[in-house]
């Protein structure tokens, strides 16, 4: 079991900044990957940015240049920059682990923190 709780959420103008936060239960060094998520009011859960246990990272084609994930391993936490935020960028972003139980790995989801960008 990983438990994975968000911060950072909040409502800011088109061009402005956040910093979202994501702290698991267990140690990162233990997860196969850390990432995250965002869901648009009607529209699917899509992949916004993630790094492995290595430290190898990818980004969706929608924010690359605007977002930067970086983590702390001594704080077991993850983070997101979000930077040039767009009004097109709002929706609920979700914290997501994968962790190797041995016979499969597991999928686990933070409750989500909401972002909200004006123009």
């Known amino acids: 079991q990983v438990d994975l709780v968000e911060s950072g959420g909040g409502s800011v103008q088109a061009g402005g900044s956040l910093r979202l936060s994501c702290t698991a239960s267990?140690?990162?060094?233990?997860?196969?990957?850390m990432g995250w998520f965002r869901q648009a009011p009607g529209k699917q859960r899509e992949f916004v940015a993630g790094i492995t246990v290595g430290g190898a990272i990818n980004y969706a084609d929608s924010v690359k240049g605007r977002f930067t994930i970086s983590r702390d391993m001594a704080k077991n936490t993850v983070f997101l920059q979000a930077d040039s935020l767009k009004p097109e960028d709002t929706a609920i972003y979700y914290c997501h682990t994968q962790y190797d139980l041995g016979d499969y790995v597991a999928d686990y989801w933070g409750q989500g923190t909401p972002v909200t960008v004006s123009s």
């Open positions: 267990r140690s990162i060094i233990d997860l196969v990957r």
